[in-house]
């Protein structure tokens, strides 16, 4: 029973390059979400997703970042023209509804260093 | 908006000793509050939540305890084993969602 998984673990970019960031949630799930962790910090919510909608993206920048959860597939955090402060830790979750419970399940996260 | 903070960013206790970590919230409509562990280079890891209407709930070896007067939120870890050392993170949610707020984080050290 695989839990959430993300790719690639690790990302190196050059500024101005694009990373694209995967996330398969668990098996049975349907609720997606994006969480940026910074070194020495907490989780800072990037954006909530269901297949084929964005419900909440308080959290996203403006600019370059964008975030999909195709019918089939991943879900995809993409970032374009990458600057070195998008440097951090992205981690998905997954929940099979949004229960309220809190109980959400990480992945073990993708490592972007931005050159 | 809603800020969530901890009170030591390092916490270092005696193998066998409990632990208590503290968290404190700022937003008193928030419904949940849980308590995530994360181990170096991995994600969080859900531990225990508590619900609003609550002020303590127990799971194994741990307990989560909450005044909603003073807004504060803390996690007992009894008997404390190498393997809890990690960072603890409190997270509350409002509204009825899981768009968690997390707080800074607490990094837990177990001596031998």
């Known amino acids: 029973n695989a839990g959430v998984m993300q790719n690639p673990r690790h990302l190196v970019r050059r500024r101005g390059q694009e990373a694209r960031l995967r996330c398969s949630p668990m098996?049975?799930?349907?609720?997606v979400y994006w969480y940026r962790q910074l070194p020495e910090e907490g989780l800072k919510f990037m954006v909530y997703?269901?297949?084929?909608?964005?419900?909440?993206e308080s959290g996203m920048p403006k600019e370059r970042f964008s975030a999909e959860f195709p019918k089939e597939g991943p879900s995809i955090l993409r970032i374009q023209q990458v600057v070195r402060g998008d440097s951090a830790a992205y981690f998905c979750?997954?929940?099979?509804?949004?229960?309220?419970?809190?109980?959400?399940?990480f992945g073990e996260g993708s490592r972007l260093t931005v050159l | 908006g809603e800020s969530v903070g901890l009170h030591l960013p390092t916490l270092s206790v005696q193998e066998g000793d409990n632990s208590i970590i503290n968290c404190a919230y700022s937003?008193?409509?928030?419904?949940?509050f849980i308590w995530y562990k994360q181990e170096s280079g991995k994600g969080p890891q859900f531990i225990i939540d508590i619900r609003s209407n609550m002020d303590k709930r127990q799971g194994q070896r741990v307990t989560v305890l909450l005044n909603k007067t003073v807004k504060h939120l803390s996690l007992q870890i009894a008997a404390t084993q190498p393997g809890d050392s990690a960072v603890y993170f409190c997270a509350v949610a409002t509204g009825g969602g899981n768009k968690l707020t997390f707080g800074t984080g607490t990094q837990l050290k177990v001596e031998l």
């Open positions: 937003n008193s409509a928030s419904d949940y």
């Open positions: 997703l269901q297949k084929e909608n964005i419900i909440d």
């Open positions: 098996k049975g799930h349907s609720h």
């Open positions: 979750a997954s929940s099979p509804a949004s229960q309220g419970t809190g109980e959400l399940f």
